[in-house]
């Protein structure tokens, strides 16, 4: 058995029911893979914590060589969690693997702060701007929201990742062309799992004005009269 690899996934689903999920990789060579029965992998939370040999969390075809797993956070604080895999035959089993490990943060995020935004009716552009308060751990990424004067319910905009892209959840249209309405904003910072994630910024509204002003007047004349002395 060569190595044993870790990498993340992160899961781009506006809800709050997943997990963060990661994929673990090892290397095998063909030829002892026709002389074992499988592989065992086995997780522990706790660096002084030993393995629980007797109870692996997956028991893995021999051809395979991948496997994801939920990881979860723990309520306010960080969980690294650690991981080996063996082959096994019948009862036996080879030693264990080089061990990996990986942190899950479930340290909330600050609230952002400063929104603040304009609507310019002549490009028909929305400006929206935040402050994210650093801490000890990235942010990866902000979700914005909105609701109308008189709405309780927010809907979601967008996604903006670290790298301050926006990915439209879907075109805005709250305000239709010859209507004027005032729109709330929010946004909300999230950890890498999408459980773990800040509470809502305050809100800024900004009036968003789509009538269309009436045509100017044309044709101006300048009609004048001038009196003629005797």
């Known amino acids: 058995m060569k190595k044993l690899i870790i990498c993340s996934v992160l899961l781009l689903i ?18 002892n893979q026709a002389k074992i029965d499988g592989f065992k992998l086995f997780m522990k939370k706790v660096a002084a914590e030993e393995y629980d040999y007797s109870n692996p ?15 979860n956070p723990g309520e306010n604080e960080n969980i690294t969690y650690s991981f080996v895999v063996r082959a096994y035959k019948e009862d036996k089993e080879s030693p264990d693997s080089n061990q990996v490990g990986y942190l899950v943060v479930g340290i909330v995020p600050a609230i952002p702060v400063s929104l603040t935004g304009e609507y310019n009716s002549e490009t028909s552009i929305l400006n929206l701007s935040w402050e994210q308060p650093v801490d ?12 109308l004067k008189g709405q309780n319910k927010y809907t979601e905009v967008g996604k903006v990742d670290k790298g301050q892209a926006l990915t439209l959840t879907k ?17 909300v910072a999230f950890r890498r799992d999408h459980t773990v994630h800040s509470k809502n ?11 269309v002003p009436p045509a100017p007047p044309e044709n101006l004349i300048i009609n004048i009269e001038i009196p003629v002395g005797g």
């Open 201 to 211: 910024a305050a809100e800024f509204s900004i009036t968003i004005d789509r009538r």
């Open 14 to 31: 506006p809800t709050f029911s997943f997990s963060e999920k990661i994929q673990l990789e090892w290397d095998y060579s063909t030829e």
């Open 57 to 71: 969390i997956a028991t893995i075809s021999p051809s395979d060589r991948s496997y994801q797993i939920d990881v």
């Open 136 to 147: 000890d751990y990235e942010v990866y990424k902000w979700i914005v929201y909105y609701r």
């Open 171 to 187: 075109a805005f249209d709250a305000v239709a062309p010859g209507k004027k309405k005032i729109v709330f904003f929010t946004v």
